[in-house]
């Protein structure tokens, strides 16, 4: 791909790469999680290099997936500043960021949507950096990339370029190298200072405080106990018993589960330390599980499912379990994934999410940018709505707000 003039004369030579392997980890994650040089665990598990490649390794992105990598660096010299994690896709399928509508329209109006180019984790609807830089090189990076990534669509002639589940700053970055900002919105629960679980119930009204405690109790009087495990207390028995809840959980919401199962015995081999498994056991035996990923500050909930169902099991592992976690350990905030109005009561707030579009029909792209301004604002409202139902109490919401 052709280099970026900077500002010094200095070119900025930006690569597609269609294996993660063709990338030095440490290059790779110099960009993504400089953070970690500290010894400690990364901002964001999901754009480490172990993640990246255990889905390539494992056959959950690639050939026959509608997920074909084409990963963008980005070197100055011979030192690799930059880098994205992107696709081109055959569909819309595992982002989470819905562009069927635009897919039908541009279809319909005798344009072919598809092939189109995505910079996201695939499957995976947890805010993140996108444009992985290192520190130092945010704004030449951001701007390489774009640029590389746009060249890359014009080349091959795609309908558009989509970068999904962005931050706050990378979006008014995107916005200002041209590309459509999207605005939409997840539930969220944030650490308030909690010494506990009872703490944080403090903060709720009264009856909403009474709901969750009776919603525990019926929860675990499944006739069993709940462990959580992570690191070395992960076993392959655990991911088997997990990789069943997973299939049913994926054959009633997607038709056909989007990991394999080399998916899961890649986290076990590179990926043990960065996850928390929380398991319901009766006799000994798993009936029960939710993963969740466990970044620096943030514990992110990612999958569930069971072979036995129980009276708000699935809130006591996915929800209560998670905050829990994330007490005990310091974290700020738990995410739990797209979607999902019953969080609300659960104490999980309404947040803004971001994303950034380019579309090469520039008449489409005045239409999609007249339809984002009006959804803007309806999510906008949506979240100033949401947030006056929430559970906590008047006093609580006005301190927080």
């Not at 009776?214 to 675990?220: C, I, T, W």
């Not at 919401?253 to 043990?272: C, I, N």
């Not at 943030?298 to 072979?307: H, P, Q, S």
């Not at 301004?373 to 609580?396: C, N, Q």
């Amino acid at each position: 791909m052709d280099g970026q003039e900077q500002d010094a004369g200095t070119v900025i030579e930006v690569r597609a790469h269609d294996s993660l392997r063709q990338i030095a980890p440490q290059d790779w994650d110099a960009c993504a999680c400089p953070e970690t040089a500290d010894g400690g665990p990364p901002n964001d598990p999901f754009t480490t290099h172990r993640f990246l490649v255990a889905l390539e390794t494992s056959g959950s992105v690639g050939p026959g997936t509608g997920w074909q990598p084409s990963y963008l660096t980005a070197h100055k010299g011979d030192e690799m500043i930059a880098a994205a994690p992107l696709y081109a896709k055959s569909h819309s399928q595992g982002e989470y960021i819905f562009d069927f509508n635009w897919a039908h329209a541009y279809e319909g109006a005798g344009g072919r949507y598809y092939p189109k180019l995505q910079i996201a984790v695939p499957f995976t609807p947890a805010t993140g950096r996108r444009f992985l830089v290192r520190p130092g090189h945010a704004a030449e990076g951001r701007a390489a990339l774009v640029q590389g990534a746009l060249q890359l669509a014009q080349t091959h002639g795609v309908s558009s370029l989509h970068v999904t589940f962005c931050t706050d700053d990378e979006a008014e970055a995107g916005e200002a190298l041209g590309l459509m900002h999207r605005r939409t919105q997840q539930f969220h629960w944030e650490n308030r200072g909690y010494a506990d679980f009872d703490d944080f119930l403090a903060t709720l009204s009264s009856r909403k405080r009474k709901s969750i405690r009776k919603e525990r109790r019926q929860a675990q009087d499944f006739g069993g106990e709940i462990v959580a495990l992570t690191g070395d207390d992960l076993r392959d028995e655990h991911w088997d018993c997990f990789w069943r809840f997973y299939q049913d959980t994926g054959s009633r919401k997607w038709g056909s589960p989007y990991l394999t199962r080399d998916f899961f015995h890649e986290v076990q081999a590179s990926m043990r330390d960065d996850v928390l498994l929380v398991l319901a056991l009766r006799e000994g035996r798993p009936i029960a599980g939710a993963l969740n990923f466990i970044g620096r500050d943030t514990l992110f909930g990612r999958y569930w499912g069971c072979t036995e169902h129980h009276p708000f099991l699935h809130f006591e592992l996915c929800y209560y379990q998670a905050i829990d976690a994330a007490i005990a350990r310091g974290q700020s905030r738990v995410e739990a994934g797209a979607q999902g109005d019953h969080k609300l009561a659960r104490g999980y707030l309404p947040c803004p999410t971001h994303s950034l579009h380019w579309m090469a029909d520039p008449g489409f792209a005045r239409a999609i940018e007249h339809y984002l301004e009006a959804e803007a604002e309806a999510v906008e409202e949506e979240i100033e709505i949401l947030t006056a139902y929430g559970p906590f109490r008047r006093d609580t919401q006005e301190e927080q707000d």
